[in-house]
């Protein structure tokens, strides 16, 4: 079992930045890969960003360049980094954690993100 804990969220003006954390505990060593979901009001829930165990990374098209995840592997501890942020990225971020075989999928609590003026 894994547990996934969030940190970090609130409000922010348009063009502002927020960082999130997520700190893992449990089976952390079998973990393939981390990374944070968002789900705004009345809409599926999205991937955002991933990092694999090496390092490599994904974001979704509409926060590359923007957003930044990145990991400290001693704290056991994904980040992401948002700058410029908009109105469009209000949601609730969720983290997220995968073992890939056996397949398992873990989620943290979430927290909420507002981007308002």
Sequence with gaps: Q???VESGGGLVQPGGSLRLSCAASGSIFSLNAMGWYRQAPGKERELVARIWT???TNYSDSVK????ISRDN???TVYL???SLKPEDTAVYYCNAVVLTPYSSYWGQGTQVTVSS
């Design 2 to 4: 894994v547990q996934l």
């Design 81 to 83: 980094q948002m700058n």
């Design 74 to 76: 001693a704290k056991n």
């Design 54 to 56: 090496r390092g490599d």
């Design 65 to 68: 360049g923007r957003f930044t």
